[in-house]
């Protein structure tokens, strides 16, 4: 079982910066592939970033490409995602996410465990 929570959310303004942190619970926290998701008020839940187990592999949405960027750090068992030049609509509840057997994945289904949801909200 893994346990993660969020933090990092917050207001800023169109084109400003931010960065979200993911702890994890557990000593296995090398065994999941990590992704992030977001999902703005109304709207499907879309997949983010994602992160392999070492961090050999990154897999990205293409409307953040080049702007956010996704890391990990396996001894502090947490992750995060730095984001740069924000949009309005990207406004969203950001979530992280653990899954152990689909390396790579961008779909929400494969992914087991979930935290609760940081708020990011980006104002014009």
């Known amino acids: 079982q893994v346990q993660l929570v969020e933090s990092g959310g917050g207001l800023v303004q169109a084109g400003d910066s931010l960065s979200l942190s993911c702890v994890a619970s557990?000593?296995?926290?090398?065994?999941?592939?990590m992704g992030w998701f977001r999902q703005a008020p109304g709207k499907e839940r879309e997949f983010v970033e994602a992160?392999?187990?070492?961090?050999?592999?990154?897999y990205y949405a293409d409307s953040v490409e080049g702007r956010f960027t996704i890391s990990r750090d396996n001894a502090r068992n947490t992750m995060y995602l730095q984001m740069n030049k924000l949009k309005t609509e990207e406004t969203a509840i950001y979530c992280c996410?653990?899954?152990?057997?689909?390396?790579?994945?961008?779909?929400?289904?494969?992914?087991?465990?979930w935290g609760q949801g940081t708020q990011v909200t980006v104002s014009s």
């Open positions: 557990g000593r296995t926290f090398s065994s999941y592939t």
């Open positions: 992160i392999s187990r070492y961090g050999a592999g990154i």
């Open positions: 996410a653990a899954n152990r057997y689909y390396s790579g994945s961008t779909q929400f289904r494969d992914y087991n465990y």
